[in-house]
């Protein structure tokens, strides 16, 4: 599978974006997907992770209640919808594709096999 990450932009403090990660390939309905961020001087940071099904979804503390992960099979696409923006949401968000059909979470960026190109969210204040 390949990825391909759009929807990143600037917002001002309690705006929205929504994220899109289409994928190309066969697999896309085979796999875990996830979303991460990585901030100027900050190692790679798991933000939301959503299952092979869309059953099963993970949210790093920070952004639970404010942002929703979800999938379309059928478009091959994953989504990530951002709102009560902060400014410390500002990063470059990267998704990501894990082979697998499993119930699991996985958050560490070496579990994931594929990454997009990322795209960047700017949250001023």
């Known amino acids: 599978v390949q990825l391909q990450a759009s929807g990143g932009g600037t917002v001002q403090a309690g705006g929205s974006l929504r994220l899109s990660c289409a994928a190309s390939?066969?697999?896309?309905?085979?796999?875990?997907m996830a979303w991460f961020r990585q901030a100027p001087g900050n190692g790679r940071e798991f933000v939301a992770g959503?299952?092979?099904?869309?059953?099963?979804?993970d949210y790093v503390d920070s952004v639970k209640g404010r942002f929703t992960i979800s999938r379309d099979n059928v478009k091959s696409t994953m989504y990530l919808q951002m709102n009560s923006l902060e400014p410390e949401d500002t990063a470059v968000y990267y998704c990501?594709?894990?082979?697998?059909?499993?119930?699991?979470?996985?958050?560490?960026?070496?579990?994931?096999?594929?990454w997009g190109q990322g795209t960047q969210v700017t949250v001023s204040s």
């Open positions: 390939g066969r697999t896309f309905g085979s796999s875990h």
């Open positions: 959503i299952n092979f099904n869309g059953i099963i979804t």
């Open positions: 990501a594709a894990r082979t697998g059909k499993t119930y699991n979470f996985f958050r560490r960026a070496a579990d994931y096999e594929t």
